[in-house]
């Protein structure tokens, strides 16, 4: 099934739009948020490209929205069901949640049809039917509620990343702010960055080698940009810097960052983001080395 939109209606009837509140009974799913731009900053951190085909998977805990580069990086944006004023799952016609496929692009410019500003915000709803589709997209600006159905599509399923803990090596939560300035300073040019963690100074270093020469930036420890700093042993790992882009573009948004490294070199950026109405959402990027670097400085195997 392919995706597609159908053309938005509007009506500044407050007759219609309760009527559209009382769809959420006997639904698949439904969620209400009392400001669309929540989701739409949250989701343009993980829509890279355009056309972007995102998994959405619906459970009693929430929603989470997972794209990949398959074989090399995995990005999710999870929203607990706390961070909306109204969230339902019917459990009787799915016990363990249910996935799908959504052009991400299409839904952000759905969720940004009125702007962004704070002073009157969108409200959104959303609710699935018991067919499953099409999406019923429901957006209050003001006086004036437009309704969107959005078809859905079947998508391969996307697994989570093998990131497990007991495989970690190394472990920091550091500021966004500074991680990102860090990466500004880098040379862009370069095809890859090496990122070196090790317990001796200077703990944490980014490197880059281009045709302007290279370039390094190094952060100790116990500088007050680091929050916590758990390192096993010395670790450089290489990374494209056209896989790296979408996480670095999402240090935007963030406030802090936790950076973890695994044994095969794998690295974790799990980028806390604090929305409008003060709550915490976290985007994680999960990204795989281009190669492997041996403590001497010689180049591994290829991963």
Known sequence: MTESMAEPSTEATAQEGDSQQSGMRGAL????????????????????????????????????????????????????????????????????????????SVLIDCLNLYGNTSVHP???????????????????????LTDINMNLFAIDRIYPFPFSASRMVNKLIIDSTWLKEAFNELDWSADDVTLTLSPDAPHFRLTTGGVLGSCQVDCPADSEMIESFECAQTQANRYKFS???????????ATKTQLRTNVDGALSLQHMVKVEDGSSCFIDFFVCPCEEIGSDGDEGDPM
């Open 243 to 253: 896989i790296l882009k979408p996480s670095v573009k999402a240090l935007q948004v």
């Open 122 to 144: 969108t409200t959104l709803q959303m609710v699935m039917p018991p067919s499953g589709t099409p999406l019923s997209i429901w957006l209050r600006h003001k006086d004036i």
């Open 29 to 104: 799913f439904g969620m209400k948020m009392e400001r669309a731009s929540i989701l739409s900053q949250l989701l343009q951190a993980i829509n890279w490209e355009p056309n972007m085909k995102v998994q959405v998977t619906i459970s009693s805990r929430g929603i989470k929205f997972t794209a990949e580069q398959v074989n090399v990086m995995q990005a999710t944006v999870f929203l607990q069901k706390h961070l909306f004023q109204a969230f339902a799952v019917d459990v009787s016609q799915v016990k363990e949640g249910f996935y799908f496929g959504l052009d991400l």
